[in-house]
């Protein structure tokens, strides 16, 4: 591998670098010529995700310059190249996230509006959501996402101010002391590494990767009840004890097609493979069985491509559902397309977090047991007329933007965690160990609040062995003092490697908390850079976090709940 000067903006799939002045949602071919910019900023940001693309957005907003990278050719995390449709709150088209987290939900809408033949009926509906997916207000496809935030970027690539690096992933990071010095990151197409330097690092990444290169303190797994003293804490602390990852992927059906896929070599193995969790799972994976979260009882699931009623059982077909072609001009779509992030795709036999031989062995792992269940759909799952299987299922690579059908990276649910200067735990937030604690009905107030979020506590049964882990939270704040390590003094983190526990992180994790994790690490960095004075000297003094509070609060952040 070489190390090559920093003379590119942005690297498309093909490995073609392109100048902003020609970049157009990152569909057009490259130029021969680029202009030598350089390879330093005031924040570099690692990971191009939600909270990536957040903290970039409220920084370049402010005036200040970044550079971010991002391992995979999309941008947009969980929502685009996880392609997983977003998991949002009861209130989250009026309050509960930031104003430009509701502005990129309309964006997304608009798209639709000014680019899809969408009936007249869909059009004039002010909350469109294109798949009418169950999951989601919102059900949209991946690359709309990147799509829309590519053009929320745009100005910011055409003055410079912006540097997007995709296909790099982080692989070293220089210290003095407490701070970080520089990060050094790999062209994932060419194998050139490219030293970057700035005041700031964001850390983004969806497993925390900066963290341990950089020598910060974290946490990883399921901390135990001695050490947290939460409710629902484990027995013992695991740090292999991470929930599932799954390997997500779109499918739409062709009536009385012929389309079955060649046996996965591993069939075999999933299809008779029961989860060793405690409690017990319901049976075998592949099943439309699975264990009820809140009760832990097998639950019956129904499952017809064509979107017709399963009764009282849920339709798995419209459960993630990106695309309802009844939305769109009769004949514009052949059938309606979901993607599959369902109980039977949940991956649980080894965790991501680890040296990159440990995240590909399981990423193509994960990657056959979801081949497996659509082998399994195709060919034997039971149909309501008593028949088995639907071989009229079709694999759609092309929605995910992969050859191979299956999301480009694994879904994350849990991630590193930094070792914090303030660890938001279960008696801050859940429902029935806040009342035990405190007598409260309500979350914890921090008065160091830096943003809102809500979801119910939902950890995924896990490489540890427990089932799901899935109870009722409260509507939460994010306080400042998750966001600072207890050390590091320039790294702030960006996604799920906040200062939460295992169990917390279950409600901390979703597309609009960690957009809303991601915007207060750019506004806490601007606004440092703004005052000159540093992040953890803000949190040490009540004053300081009043004013930094105004500052975000005035660029459409909520900090407190008004319900």
């Given amino acids: 591998m070489k190390r090559r000067q920093f003379s590119r903006l942005i690297t498309l799939a093909s490995g073609v670098a392109i100048s902003p002045s020609t970049f157009n949602l990152g569909l057009r071919s490259g130029i021969n010529k680029y202009e030598a910019l350089t390879p330093h900023a005031a924040a570099i940001v690692a990971g191009g995700g939600m909270g990536g693309c957040a903290a970039a957005l409220a ?74 997916g169950a999951v989601s207000r919102l059900c949209h496809e991946p690359m709309v996402a990147v799509a829309v935030l590519l053009e929320l970027l745009a100005p ?24 970080i010095s520089a990060i050094t990151v790999q062209n994932l197409i060419s194998g050139d590494l490219i030293d970057l330097t700035g005041e700031y690092y964001i850390d983004a990444t969806e497993l925390g990767d900066l963290l341990p290169l950089s020598g910060t303190e974290f946490v990883t ?28 992927f779109a499918m739409d059906y062709v009536k009385d097609a012929q389309l079955v896929i060649d046996k996965p070599e591993k069939y075999d193995f999933w299809k008779n493979h029961i989860p060793p969790l405690t409690p017990p799972w319901s049976g075998h994976l592949l099943d439309l069985k699975y264990s009820d979260p809140k009760t832990l009882k097998p639950k019956e699931l129904g499952f017809h491509p064509e979107g017709i009623s399963t009764g009282e059982k849920l ?10 072609k009844t939305n769109f001009s009769a004949g514009f779509y052949q059938g309606d397309i979901t993607v599959v992030n369902w109980p039977q795709n949940d991956y649980m036999l080894g965790n991501l977090i680890g040296d990159e031989d440990q995240f590909i062995q399981h990423f193509e792992a994960g990657k056959e047991l979801s081949l497996s269940l659509f082998y399994w759909l195709q060919t034997e799952a039971p149909r309501p007329d008593g028949g088995t299987g639907w071989p009229g299922l079709r ?6 933007g992969t050859v191979d059908g299956m999301a480009k990276y694994p879904y994350v649910r849990e991630s590193r965690r930094i070792k914090a200067l303030f660890t938001v735990k279960e008696e801050h937030v859940g429902a029935e160990n806040r009342l035990l604690v405190s007598g409260e009905k309500t979350a914890a107030v921090f008065p160091d609040s830096v943003g809102i979020g809500y979801y119910h506590i939902d950890l995924h049964p896990s490489s540890g062995g427990d089932n799901y882990i899935d109870f009722a939270s409260l509507p939460f704040q994010i306080p400042l003092g998750s966001l ?33 994790i991601g915007e207060a690490a750019g506004l806490l960095i601007a606004y440092a850079l703004l005052k000159k004075t540093s992040p953890h000297s803000i949190y040490s003094q009540p004053e300081k976090i009043d004013d930094l509070q105004q500052f975000i609060r005035s660029q459409g952040v909520e900090t407190e709940w008004d319900l």
């Avoid at 901390?223 to 990852?245: I, M, R, Y």
Wanted: include cysteine; charge should be positive; aromatic fraction near 8%.
């Fill in 315 to 324: 339709n798995l077909w419209v459960y993630r559902r990106i695309i309802n």
């Fill in 221 to 248: 797994g399921a901390e135990g009840v001695g050490q947290t003293g939460e409710l629902h804490a484990s027995k013992t602390n695991d740090p292999e004890n991470v929930q599932a990852f799954t390997v997500c």
């Fill in 484 to 516: 600072l390590p207890q050390r590091m003094l320039n790294l702030i983190p960006a996604n799920k490697n906040i200062g939460t526990t295992h169990i917390t992180n279950g409600c901390y994790r979703l597309h609009p908390v960690e957009w809303s």
């Fill in 395 to 400: 694999l759609r690579g092309d929605i995910m």
């Fill in 156 to 179: 910011y690539l055409s003055n410079g101010r912006l540097q997007l690096l995709l296909n790099h992933k982080v692989r070293q990071a220089a210290t003095t002391g407490d701070r």
């Fill in 59 to 132: 920084l370049l907003r402010n005036g200040y310059s970044v550079i971010m990278t991002e391992e995979t050719d999309w941008i947009g995390g969980q929502l685009s190249s996880q392609g997983v449709p977003p998991d949002e709150h009861q209130w989250i088209e009026t309050k509960g996230a930031p104003q430009s987290y509701r502005d990129f939900r309309s964006a997304i809408r608009n798209y639709y509006k000014n680019h899809y033949p969408l009936t007249d009926e869909a059009r004039r509906r002010p909350q469109l959501n294109p798949g009418d």
